[in-house]
Structure formats: C-alpha cells, structure tokens
C-alpha cells in the first residue's frame, strides 16, 4: 500500500515540475511559491537529490539585494492567476511580489543535507545556500523587528502562508479598502469559492500591495507604513527553527560568524516567544502590533511553535491542547478550533487541516517526546490521502478534499510520513 501512495505521490512532484521549480498545483497556482517549493523539495530529496537542491537554489536565484526572498517568482507569463506581476510592479528582472513568507529554507536546508546520499553535491549546495538564507534570516530581524523585540511581524496576510486565517479577522478590519483597483479573481475560477477568502478580505489584501507598490517595496520602510502588522507564532517558530538549522549548518560547514549569528537569534526569539503563551488557551496567540493587543484565536498558528526549540512543558501542553482538537475533529489538525463560531471546515485558514502544518508539529512533538500524539498526527494524514486523495487541504471533520487537487507539498508530506513510517 504505501509503496503505491509514495509513486503516487511522486508522479504528482513530476507532474508539477517546470525545470528547476515547481508549480503547487497546476491552474490555481502557476508558478514558484516560497514555502511550497522549500517542503516540496524534501519530497524529491528522497528520489532525485539533484532536483532537491535545484528547487531551493532557483528560489533563492531571486532573493532579493536586501536579503529578503519574495513569496512568489513569477517565471513565465500565465494571466490565470491574480495579482499578477503588472498589479506588483516590483521592477525585477524576472518579476517578483514584494512580500515574503515562512521562512522554512534553513530547515529544508539542513534536513536535505542531513539525509543526503550524495554527499559532495549535499556540501556544494549547502555550502552556496549557508549566507542567502543567513542573509534572509538577517533581513528579517532587521526589517521586520526594527525595535528589537526578537519577534518579526508579518505586513500582509500572504505573508504568513494562512491567508485568511481568523487571527486577522481584527487587523484587516483596519485596512482602507479607498482606491483599491477594481480587479478580477482568478482563484475561484480554479477552486470553489466557498473554500476560498472572501471578495471582502481580496480588497484588502490588494489594498496592502497597493500602498507598499506606492513606497516603492522598500523594506527598510513598508513595517512602520504598515496598517496590517501582527506578530504570528507559528510563523516566527518556523524562523527560528530555521535559525537554529542554520546555526547547526554553519557548525558543520566551519562558518563560525553565521552560526554565532543564527544561534543568537534562534535563543532571542525562544525567549521572546514566551511573552505570547497564553495559559487559558493552550497555546501562543498572535499579537497584533500596529496597536499593542493579544488576539484571542484559538487557530494553528499558536500550535505550531512546537516546530522549535520551545521548552518541554510548553510542548507537552500544544500536545494536550491538540489531543483536545482531536476529540472535536475526526482528522487532525484543524486549523481553528471547530468549538468556535467562525470555524468554518473547507474555507482555507479558517478551520481546514493542512499535511505541511501536521507535518512540522508532528516533527517537533517527536523531538519532546510526545509520541502518542504524534502517531494520531500521522495516521489521521495518511488516512486524509487515502479517503480523498493529494489535496491542498482537507475539512477536519468530513475529510472532504478541499482547495486546489494534486498538490505538490502534500505529496511531499505524505512521501516524508510513509518514509518515516518505515
Ligand atoms: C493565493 O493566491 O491564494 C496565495 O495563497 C497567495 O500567496
């Protein structure tokens, strides 16, 4: 059975490679998305190392001169998605967004170096990506933290990969929707409308591109400028266990001022991650920045801090609190607590389990020795693909596939489980 689903699940990578990147799925998404591209190549690192590491390197071919990696390349031409590059307008030779996302390059980094066969071709790669995600990682803090804090905060939604998450519900409020270009999605063109944002959150979300457009994307001044700030733990633990990837890379590879740095940032951010646990919920909340709240959500992003280095009873206290999901959905883990008003099962961020997200808590509950929970992580996503296929996501209670279909990060979830397994 699994040797089926892993050739399955590798047709679907083959499928979706453009040479040198993939698209997450064809129609929906047609081109190289950040994150996407970073979990996706773990999936081909267990059959083909050299596609692995081309992945990650064509995505860092267009890091930006500041240090910032932008959240979508836009390699070729395709009018079937919006904003496109003439609503971006970023001015790079092959056109970018001007916004980021999770930083998981320096984690992908380590684990494909960790595991890989070849081992010249695994120090050639590694050694080329040691400063572009350093220099990313210091973008960050440098950009996204200017008062030090040692947690970076997000400037859009796209930002943090859960577009339309309920933990911005409050924020977006505040973005103006004035003078927002009237515009066509392309989105629910491709996927059903009820599992998608809304045209409301759409305004605001082009509203956002707009004004930075208007700064002229630069970084050193789209944070303050920002109406839409807010400090998401899910999306600083994946920073910081890519810091910490990056220390323990750079240990290896004898570069001693880059793993000084990212060590120190990876403790900073441990540290500071601790200012967002929220004893009542379970978990970390997000903390809205632009003015100085908490926001109350029981979603993902408070669980995913389990990713880092966080300590042992805080770990064992996310495993409890997704023990407790796991009583309210039949397939972990929702996105937001199903208890609530606003869960909402297909729609995107709002309630739908994600193999990516099972993936990176499940990696670090193992870490802490939660085993238990772990295992339920584990089968619930294998059973997710066997009932209804590689989907973007899945409701949490009726395992109906959601979003777009023959996702390439799924496939690369479900290959890393089924190896794991073994
Ligand atoms: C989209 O277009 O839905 C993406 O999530 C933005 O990155």
Redesign the pocket.
Known sequence: MSEEVINAARAILIDNDRGGYTVPTKGL?PFQ?NWDSCLSALGFGHFDEARAWAEIQTLFDHQWEDGMVP??VFHEEDDG?FPGPSVWQTGRPVPTTGIT?PAVAGFAVRRLYERAQDKALAEEHARSLLPKVAAWHDWFYRCRDPEGSGLVAIIHP?ES?R?NSVDWDAALERVPTVGVMSFERR?ILHANPAH??TNAQYDRYVWLVQHFRSLGWDNSRLHDASPFRVVDPGFNAILIRACDDLGWLADKLGDKDIAERSHAQAARGITALETLWNDEFGQYLCYDRAVGVPVESPSIGGLLPAFAAIPDHRAAALARTIDKLGQKAKYLIPSHDPETAVYDGARYWRGPAWLIVNYMIADGLARAGEEATVERIVNDSLLLIEESGFAEYYDPITGEPCGGGRFTWTAAMVIEFLTRER
Do not use: L, T
Request: overall charge negative; charged content about 25%.
């Open positions: 998404y998305w959240h979508i998605y996302q796209w990969g577009d989105d998608r944002p």
